[in-house]
């Protein structure tokens, strides 16, 4: 059995609380549509701040004084922020990274714990598209 169809068969995915999750009204967001959503002159004007995170979109508005422009988490907004959680960076070398591909078998695990407490803190807004580039080479 090879690594990665042991992620793909194995039972890490944990239960996720989907309360806030209407599939069919639910915009679809490319990682490109994210990162340009952005409007730093909005901050003060009470635009949504958001960020990527497995295939969710969250709506991180509450945490504005840390995601804020002058925040300790500021490389998060708009950004698919998966990897960069994994790696506990807010490098933005990190939080430039699409998706969580590559990811080791405790790395998985710890993005999986990461989404949950998203989903219990913060609501869903979207659907982050994920496209495989591995069959782009």
Known sequence: MSFTHRIQSSPLVLPLPTDNLNEKSLPVYTHAELHTARDEDQYEHGARILVGLKDYVFDVSLLKEFMGPAGQLSNYPWNDISFAL?????LPEYTA???????????FKTLEEWTTVFLRRFTVVGWLLRINTDSLH
């Open 86 to 90: 994994v790696k506990s960076s807010n």
């Open 97 to 107: 990274v699409e998706g969580y591909n590559n990811l080791s078998v405790n790395e």
